[in-house]
Nanobody, 118 residues
Framework: QVQLVESGGGLVQAGGSLRLSCAASGSIFSINPMGWYRQAPGKQRELVARISSGGSTFYADSVKGRFTISRDNAKNTLYLQMNSLKPEDTAVYYC????????????WGQGTQVTVSS
């Protein structure tokens, strides 16, 4: 089983930037598509960005042009660069697999809180 540890969240003003990191244990990280998900209070968890094992990316319309997902397979680490943050980006952010073989998701980590003030 893969363990996921997210970090890098915090409190930032609207228009600011944050860079999230997700450290994954296990060698199967590199062969799986990975995603960043977020869950705001009272809302369902949603996928905001996805990256294939080869580096192809997908973004939800709400973050397109502002967020950039990347991965370093040698370090088993996933990143999310978030620019031009908006109050509606406030949520707990999680990383997990986004497709590929095996279970739909690995066990969820604790997530990292992102709070954007207006």
């Amino acid at each position: 089983q893969v363990q996921l540890v997210e970090s890098g969240g915090g409190l930032v003003q609207a228009g600011g930037s944050l860079r999230l990191s997700c450290a994954a244990s296990g060698s199967i990280f590199s062969i799986n598509p990975m995603g960043w998900y977020r869950q705001a209070p009272g809302k369902q968890r949603e996928l905001v960005a996805r990256i294939s094992s080869g580096g192809s990316t997908f973004y939800a319309d709400s973050v397109k042009g502002r967020f950039t997902i990347s991965r370093d397979n040698a370090k088993n680490t996933l990143y999310l660069q978030m620019n031009s943050l908006k109050p509606e980006d406030t949520a707990v952010y999680y990383c997990n697999k986004a497709g590929g073989f095996g279970p739909t998701y690995w066990d969820w980590g604790q997530g990292t809180q992102v709070t954007v003030s207006s």
